[in-house]
């Protein structure tokens, strides 16, 4: 993969989406592309901050471990998404772990060439500011979405996020693919897996009431957008 090649990926959503494209290119051409196996740690809590990471491929799980309990599965990371920026900016060790579900890629961006963008160009920290304002708004959403009374509704806002299109639309890609089990489902949604189970069947194409979810083995393949509405 080339980093023009790169570029487009994580151009296509998420941080790299919303900045001027000749920030977002040389940031990407700073970046040195890693490749993550199944269960392996990219990000570790307590490590020393290195910089930011952006994943290409595959699909990641964030984890934390807050007042001595844990670790807890948050939120999971797909193509597009990117970490670090809270450590970069405060100067603090690693606030949550990040591993590899299923064998990914990721660019690495090294503190020390940031800071030679932010001398050149003071605007790299309005920036990097602003993807931390994008995981406070996500944070912010997941906690609304608990909220959700509805079983039914509570699932499908937690499909919607997990595709990256909760709260926009992706013209792009208008059934985007996510990677999770039931059990993940569960725990991200505080509902049983018995639970979880029944209504994914509500939501399968063979449903005479939704068509918008497809299952492949345990996993959660895709989702349509259409279900925005539901």
């Not at 940031?114 to 996500?138: Q, V």
């Not at 509704?153 to 992706?170: K, P």
């Not at 985007?176 to 489902?185: M, R, V, Y």
């Not at 029944?198 to 492949?216: C, I, M, Y």
Request: proline share 5%.
């Amino acid at each position: 993969m080339t980093k023009n090649d790169r570029f487009v990926v994580l151009r296509r959503q998420g941080w790299l989406s919303g900045v001027p494209d000749e920030f977002g290119r040389e940031l990407v051409s700073r970046g040195t592309l890693r490749k993550a196996g199944t269960g392996e740690y990219v990000h570790r809590a307590g490590n020393p901050q290195d910089g930011l990471r952006g994943i290409v491929s595959g699909a990641f799980a964030i984890e934390m471990a807050p007042f001595e309990r844990g670790p807890n599965l948050l939120h999971l990371f797909r193509p597009g998404d990117w970490m670090g920026e809270i450590e970069l900016i405060k100067g603090l060790p690693n606030v949550v772990s990040v591993k590899a579900t299923r064998p990914g890629a990721y660019i690495h961006i090294a503190t020390s060439d940031i800071e030679e963008l932010a001398l050149a160009n003071p605007e790299t920290w309005r920036w990097i500011g602003s993807l931390a304002a994008d995981h406070l708004m996500t944070a912010m959403g997941i906690m609304d979405d608990l909220t959700i009374r509805d079983p039914s509704r509570r699932i499908a806002a937690l499909l919607l996020r997990l595709a990256g299109v909760r709260s926009i639309d992706n013209s792009d890609d208008l059934e985007p693919e996510i990677e999770a089990t039931q059990f993940e489902l569960s725990h991200l949604t505080t509902l049983s897996r018995a639970t979880i189970a029944g209504h994914l069947d509500q939501f399968e194409p063979t449903s005479p009431k939704w068509h918008a979810v497809r299952r492949q083995g345990r996993l959660i393949r895709r989702v349509d957008q259409a279900f925005c509405g539901h």
